[in-house]
């Protein structure tokens, strides 16, 4: 399963810079608004997860699932996006993000791109996500929608 990845942004991944408003009683973010997401990979739930320090979760991807990851702190993360879609003009491209307290994203991962991310520094980190599909489907009746790499050996997507 060796290969090589070169360094570089990925068709389909939108990368969003986001905008935390403070006042005397701490911040709001703006994770998604309806004007400016796709028709096609609006979300159907969200979730929140919180990750120790040093910790990774993935690599996986999705065969037709979009995730809207957003890290907005506390915690920072290195964020890794492989295009594995033999279809897309930058397969074979690995892009590296780092996101979190220091630099809130938004980050949306279309289906086939292999993803994952590692909580750097000290502090957990927590991400929200708001993926265009429901895990597991309807009532959690249906088939994951996920292919994981993190234990197959020789994997190239690892940290």
């Given at each position: 399963m060796k290969r090589d990845f070169k360094a570089g942004a990925i068709d389909g991944v939108v990368v969003r810079e986001l905008r935390r408003y403070l006042d005397n009683r701490g911040w709001l973010c703006e994770l998604f608004r309806s004007d400016e997401i796709q028709d096609d990979v609006f979300p159907e739930m969200s979730y929140c997860s919180m990750t120790y320090p040093g910790i990774s979760r993935g690599p996986h991807a999705h065969r037709h699932q979009t995730d809207i990851f957003c890290f907005v702190g506390p915690g920072n993360f290195e964020?890794?996006?492989?295009?594995?879609?033999?279809?897309?003009?930058?397969?074979?491209?690995?892009?590296?993000?780092?996101?979190?307290?220091?630099?809130?994203?938004s980050v949306t991962v279309p289906p086939g791109v292999v993803h994952g991310y590692k909580v750097v520094g000290n502090e957990s980190g927590l991400v929200f996500n708001c993926p265009n599909r429901l895990y597991g489907g309807r009532g959690r009746k249906e088939d994951i929608d996920e292919v994981r790499y993190e234990d197959t050996?020789?994997?190239?997507?690892?940290?």
């Amino acid at each position: 399963m060796k290969r090589d990845f070169k360094a570089g942004a990925i068709d389909g991944v939108v990368v969003r810079e986001l905008r935390r408003y403070l006042d005397n009683r701490g911040w709001l973010c703006e994770l998604f608004r309806s004007d400016e997401i796709q028709d096609d990979v609006f979300p159907e739930m969200s979730y929140c997860s919180m990750t120790y320090p040093g910790i990774s979760r993935g690599p996986h991807a999705h065969r037709h699932q979009t995730d809207i990851f957003c890290f907005v702190g506390p915690g920072n993360f290195e964020i890794r996006l492989w295009d594995n879609r033999r279809d897309s003009s930058t397969y074979g491209v690995m892009q590296k993000l780092y996101g979190g307290a220091d630099r809130p994203l938004s980050v949306t991962v279309p289906p086939g791109v292999v993803h994952g991310y590692k909580v750097v520094g000290n502090e957990s980190g927590l991400v929200f996500n708001c993926p265009n599909r429901l895990y597991g489907g309807r009532g959690r009746k249906e088939d994951i929608d996920e292919v994981r790499y993190e234990d197959t050996e020789g994997s190239p997507f690892r940290f």
